[in-house]
């Protein structure tokens, strides 16, 4: 049986989103079977290595720019993971597709289906096949490795399982609002782009409900540029 290394990060919105984070790190140490995690890490990776690596494929779409955009509006959590063809199946299956609107539609128990907010902006990536796993694995460890260098693989995968658990215990019990108040207003602005002030504001204090203090102090208003990038996705077929 090939094993390889998938790659598994959680989005932006996940992040600040402190209950979805942390569920969804739940839910993969919960349902995926023996999963072993290879590295556990908050970066801020840079545009041009999303833009020219990570993203490539989707260079030229009419969403691409803002996907850059969405993964780099805030730090992502990064996990490389042990995997097989079957356990990579297993997590995509566990985190859903990749619109939220169909996730919720066709896998309504899925990560993405319960957590996912409207259109890409859907907690956390995954590497799809066997193929996208080693592609994506190799040039994340490339990237890693001259940032982390030897320190990149220096803790054990039972410690690094500590530190995800660690993870969600910390943020589980974080107020969390229902989806479908995310969806209703994407809607709504999608119908109605002159109210994208108005809706961006209501988004700013959706997320302030369920961020955590230094994301709310953030010099770098991480909350504010999240709640622009969910009206430009809204927005993003106009």
Not at 203 to 214: N, V
């Amino acid at each position: 049986m090939n094993e390889v290394k998938m790659v598994f990060f959680l989005k932006p919105d996940a992040v600040i989103r402190r209950y979805v984070g942390a569920r969804t790190l739940k839910t993969l140490l919960d349902k995926v079977d023996g999963i072993e995690f290879l590295t556990f890490l908050k970066i801020e990776p840079e545009k041009d290595f999303l833009a020219n690596q990570h993203y490539v494929e989707h260079k030229g779409k009419f969403f691409f720019d803002w996907l850059v955009d969405f993964t780099t509006v805030a730090p992502i959590y990064f996990m490389m993971i042990k995997a097989t063809p079957e356990k990579i199946e297993e997590t995509r299956r566990i985190l859903g597709p990749t619109l939220v609107q169909k996730a919720a539609e066709e896998a309504p128990e899925s990560i993405r289906g319960r957590y996912g907010i409207y259109g890409g902006v859907n907690v956390a990536h995954a590497s799809d096949s066997e193929k996208s796993a080693i592609r994506e694995s190799n040039i994340w460890e490339q990237y890693l490795l001259n940032v982390y260098g030897s320190k990149l693989y220096e803790k054990s995968p039972e410690n690094i399982r500590k530190d995800i658990e660690r993870y969600v215990s910390q943020y589980i019990d974080y107020p969390i609002i229902d989806n479908l108040r995310y969806i209703e207003l994407s809607v709504r602005l999608e119908k109605n782009p002159s109210l994208r002030t108005e809706i961006k504001q209501k988004f700013i204090e959706l997320l302030a409900k369920e961020t955590s203090e230094d994301f709310l102090r953030s010099p770098n208003k991480v909350v504010e540029k999240l709640a622009e990038i969910l009206v430009k996705n809204a927005l993003l077929r106009k």
